[in-house]
């Protein structure tokens, strides 16, 4: 099993759900988050102070996986998602707690 998490600007998020769900794909853990990216820092001004922003809202998206599906939805987050970091991690193990199913059965 693999665990594929993906950071994404705020308006790719509802184009790579949309993708996941026409994939099949149906658990998505999903957090509002602040990243910093490649792009220079951008200044407000707050009452008339100003101020450097360079952590910027984003949406994390967190799927558990069969191995085999890990590279497809890698595919499809890339595709539909407009920007943002993809990163693959293996699971060891998986629990559905509310039944005690163990491994491929909990996804």
């Given at each position: 099993m693999r665990l594929v998490t993906a950071v994404l600007p705020t308006a790719g998020f509802e184009q790579v759900?949309?993708?996941?769900?026409t994939l099949g794909i149906p658990g998505v853990t999903v957090s509002t988050v602040y990243a910093q990216g490649v792009l220079p820092p951008r200044y407000e001004v707050?009452?008339?102070?100003?101020?450097?922003?360079d952590?910027?809202?984003?949406?994390?998206?967190?799927?558990?996986?069969?191995?085999?599906?890990?590279?497809?939805?890698?595919?499809?987050?890339?595709?539909?998602?407009?920007?943002?970091?993809?990163w693959v991690q293996r699971v060891e193990e998986v629990v559905r707690i509310r039944t005690g199913e163990r491994g491929g059965a909990a996804l």
């Open positions: 759900r949309e993708a996941l769900r707050y009452r008339g102070v100003r101020w450097r922003v952590l910027l809202p984003a949406v994390r998206m967190d799927i558990v996986a069969a191995d085999a599906d890990a590279d497809d939805i890698v595919r499809v987050i890339a595709v539909a998602g407009g920007g943002g970091s993809v």
